[in-house]
């Protein structure tokens, strides 16, 4: 077997090839399946030049894994745990066409982390990365520490497997959910025919704010744990009963999942221009995920400033910004490369279940409503009654650190810092379709949800053990530390605004430096004003 030193990786890598570390084994990922890749080709660039053990193992079943080794080349030469290289995508850099791309530029908040911004001078751009592109900042984190943690989250994942936790309850668990979600169905159906609309409209609504937990379990294999069988379910229930697309979840799902709370990297924190939850967002942060410029501008400014009073407002109309996703998602994979799963049988019954979805929704309900007055109000009822699952969905992670702390960090540390778990009794876990439970969810994504309350409890003592905060918040608690972030923030957008403005207008690189500094020094301010708060019990 050919064993390979950091440097033989880094030449590599800067060629163009795609390596990763899984289980002390260099995978050779081709192009081929860069593009075939089930779970998007994002989820493998990020963890070029780094070990995604822990990664690998959480979101694949024991049929995937070992093909996994079919990509081995050989494995690392020097002892001790990989010191991870920083992946080319975190720098800003994509191979196109076998060549080189700089898509953004990298901007250091502080001397530990690597956020992305617009290339605003592409003459100074180097043709290709370097040595130093691939070296990650000095890490305030120990690699040693780092590795012990993920040696510990391998035993408490076969502690889980053990506890047969990934054997699905369909009865006990799905089965009151079922009930559920044809009992709304038919309220909705029966309140419609005897034209009490406002009644149905809310009932339809639930119903789909209750189905949509389901569609996420089934975008995790969290149900039958076969990726044909899942992804037909959920598309039955989110493109034809939904009107919303699964394969645009999953792609952004999988990325929130593996790069959580990065602001450049992670698609489910970035919501410009109606919500920043840190000062980062002010410096027109690079989106890896949209590929472009998230562009902190008059309205982002006008909306930040607000953005505490008008968070539920903005969820209740949250659904809509789910369809503009969707289609457009649909759209582009119009022209991609088929994938191993799927290939083009799912894109096509999606475009199919879309267009019958707004045949039943538009042509029969919202026409049967009578007037166009009374089909708005039928339409703002039905998607409002779904804003919990959006709040729901913020909770975990809107108030938790933002800081990138390098390739270094270990998978479960990760997920521990930022993501939180809100309290709620069992009974009523359905409200929030063990979402609440995210911590564990985070952790082992495949887990089917009526699994995790007991999860949850191996996760606790695995923290503990391993010296790891695990935050855990009352609901009322959990809205009020959403509510005091996006208020903090908005509250440093009147200081910042001229200086942000500077950074658009002035082609000074001193200028701009000038700038990403007293940004980077109010980010730190805000950072220390936040660890000094504590889960509450609330």
Same mark, same amino acid.
């Given at each position: 077997?050919?064993?390979?030193?950091?440097?033989?990786?880094?030449?590599?890598?800067?060629?163009?090839?795609?390596?990763?570390?899984?289980?002390?084994?260099?995978?050779?990922?081709?192009?081929?399946?860069?593009?075939?890749?089930?779970?998007?080709?994002?989820?493998?660039?990020?963890?070029?030049?780094?070990?995604?053990?822990?990664?690998?193992?959480?979101?694949?079943?024991?049929?995937?894994?070992?093909?996994?080794?079919?990509?081995?080349?050989?494995?690392?030469?020097?002892?001790?745990?990989?010191?991870?290289?920083?992946?080319?995508?975190?720098?800003?850099?994509?191979?196109?066409?076998?060549?080189?791309?700089?898509?953004?530029?990298?901007?250091?908040?502080?001397?530990?982390?690597?956020?992305?911004?617009?290339?605003?001078?592409?003459?100074?751009?180097?043709?290709?990365?370097?040595?130093?592109?691939?070296?990650?900042?000095?890490?305030?984190?120990?690699?040693?520490?780092?590795? !012990?943690?993920?040696?510990?989250?391998?035993? *408490?994942?076969?502690?889980? =497997?053990?506890?047969?936790?990934?054997?699905?309850?369909?009865?006990?668990?799905?089965?009151?959910?079922?009930?559920?979600?044809?009992?709304?169905?038919?309220?909705?159906?029966?309140?419609? !025919?005897?034209?009490?609309?406002?009644?149905?409209?809310?009932?339809?609504?639930?119903?789909?704010? !209750?189905?949509?937990?389901?569609?996420?379990?089934?975008?995790?294999?969290?149900?039958?744990?076969?990726?044909?069988?899942?992804?037909?379910?959920?598309?039955?229930?989110?493109?034809?009963?939904?009107?919303?697309?699964?394969?645009?979840?999953?792609?952004?799902?999988?990325?929130?999942?593996?790069?959580?709370?990065?602001?450049?990297?992670?698609?489910?924190?970035?919501?410009?221009?109606?919500?920043?939850?840190?000062?980062?967002?002010?410096?027109?942060?690079?989106?890896?995920?949209?590929?472009?410029?998230?562009?902190?501008?008059?309205?982002?400014?006008?909306?930040?400033?607000?953005?505490?009073?008008?968070?539920?407002?903005?969820?209740?109309?949250?659904?809509?910004?789910?369809?503009?996703?969707?289609?457009?998602?649909?759209?582009?994979?119009?022209?991609?490369?088929?994938?191993?799963?799927?290939?083009?049988?799912?894109?096509?019954?999606?475009?199919?279940?879309?267009?019958?979805?707004?045949?039943?929704?538009?042509?029969?309900?919202?026409?049967?409503?009578?007037?166009?007055?009374?089909?708005?109000?039928? &339409?703002?009822?039905?998607?409002?009654?779904?804003?919990?699952?959006?709040? !729901?969905?913020?909770?975990?992670?809107?108030?938790?650190?933002?800081?990138?702390?390098?390739?270094?960090?270990?998978?479960?540390?990760?997920?521990?810092?930022?993501?939180?778990?809100?309290?709620?009794?069992?009974?009523?876990?359905? =409200?929030?379709?063990?979402?609440?439970?995210?911590?564990?969810?985070?952790?082992?994504?495949?887990?089917?949800?009526?699994? *995790?309350?007991?999860?949850?409890?191996?996760?606790?003592?695995?923290?503990?053990?391993?010296?790891?905060?695990?935050?855990?918040?009352?609901?009322?608690?959990?809205?009020?530390?959403?509510?005091?972030?996006?208020?903090?923030?908005?509250?440093?957008?009147?200081?910042?605004?001229?200086?942000?403005?500077?950074?658009?207008? &002035?082609?000074?690189?001193?200028?701009?430096?000038?700038?990403?500094?007293?940004?980077?020094?109010?980010?730190?301010?805000?950072?220390?004003?936040?660890?000094?708060?504590?889960?509450?019990? =609330?």
């Amino acid at each position: 077997m050919v064993q390979f030193t950091r440097s033989e990786l880094c030449t590599r890598i800067l060629e163009g090839q795609h390596l990763i570390i899984y289980n002390r084994n260099v995978l050779r990922i081709p192009p081929s399946w860069l593009d075939a890749h089930p779970g998007g080709s994002l989820a493998l660039l990020h963890f070029v030049g780094r070990d995604a053990t822990s990664e690998i193992d959480a979101y694949h079943n024991d049929q995937i894994l070992p093909m996994v080794n079919r990509y081995s080349i050989g494995t690392l030469s020097e002892p001790g745990p990989w010191n991870p290289l920083l992946p080319p995508i975190a720098a800003g850099w994509a191979r196109k066409d076998g060549k080189w791309s700089s898509e953004a530029a990298t901007w250091n908040a502080d001397s530990n982390q690597v956020f992305l911004v617009a290339n605003n001078s592409p003459v100074l751009q180097t043709p290709a990365p370097t040595i130093e592109t691939l070296t990650p900042l000095p890490s305030n984190l120990s690699l040693e520490v780092q590795e !012990q943690h993920s040696a510990a989250y391998k035993t *408490l994942h076969k502690r889980v =497997i053990d506890a047969g936790l990934y054997n699905t309850p369909y009865l006990t668990g799905y089965g009151p959910e079922f009930v559920r979600y044809i009992s709304l169905g038919l309220i909705s159906a029966y309140a419609f !025919q005897h034209n009490w609309l406002l009644t149905s409209a809310l009932a339809l609504g639930l119903m789909w704010h !209750q189905l949509m937990f389901f569609v996420h379990d089934l975008g995790h294999l969290g149900v039958t744990g076969n990726w044909n069988i899942d992804r037909i379910i959920s598309i039955i229930v989110a493109d034809f009963i939904g009107g919303l697309s699964i394969g645009w979840w999953s792609d952004n799902h999988n990325v929130h999942h593996l790069v959580t709370n990065h602001p450049s990297h992670d698609p489910d924190i970035e919501h410009l221009p109606f919500f920043a939850i840190s000062p980062k967002f002010f410096s027109n942060l690079y989106s890896s995920y949209y590929k472009r410029v998230m562009p902190f501008d008059s309205a982002s400014q006008f909306f930040i400033r607000l953005q505490h009073y008008l968070f539920y407002v903005v969820m209740a109309f949250a659904r809509f910004n789910l369809y503009r996703l969707s289609y457009a998602s649909m759209y582009s994979k119009i022209f991609e490369k088929r994938r191993a799963r799927g290939g083009r049988w799912a894109v096509g019954l999606e475009f199919i279940g879309v267009a019958f979805f707004w045949w039943w929704f538009g042509g029969i309900v919202l026409r049967g409503c009578g007037s166009w007055q009374m089909a708005l109000a039928y &339409v703002f009822v039905s998607h409002a009654a779904t804003s919990p699952l959006h709040v !729901q969905i913020v909770l975990s992670h809107f108030g938790m650190s933002t800081d990138d702390l390098g390739p270094v960090e270990s998978f479960p540390d990760r997920q521990l810092r930022t993501t939180m778990d809100v309290k709620c009794p069992e009974k009523w876990g359905f =409200i929030h379709g063990g979402l609440h439970l995210q911590v564990a969810h985070h952790l082992f994504p495949r887990l089917p949800r009526h699994n *995790l309350n007991k999860a949850s409890l191996m996760v606790k003592e695995f923290a503990k053990e391993e010296n790891l905060t695990y935050a855990e918040f009352g609901f009322v608690s959990a809205n009020r530390e959403v509510i005091g972030v996006l208020r903090e923030v908005a509250g440093l957008v009147s200081t910042l605004g001229q200086q942000v403005k500077l950074v658009a207008e &002035v082609a000074s690189t001193e200028a701009k430096e000038a700038v990403n500094k007293k940004i980077a020094q109010q980010e730190a301010a805000f950072t220390r004003s936040r660890s000094g708060i504590s889960p509450s019990n =609330i």
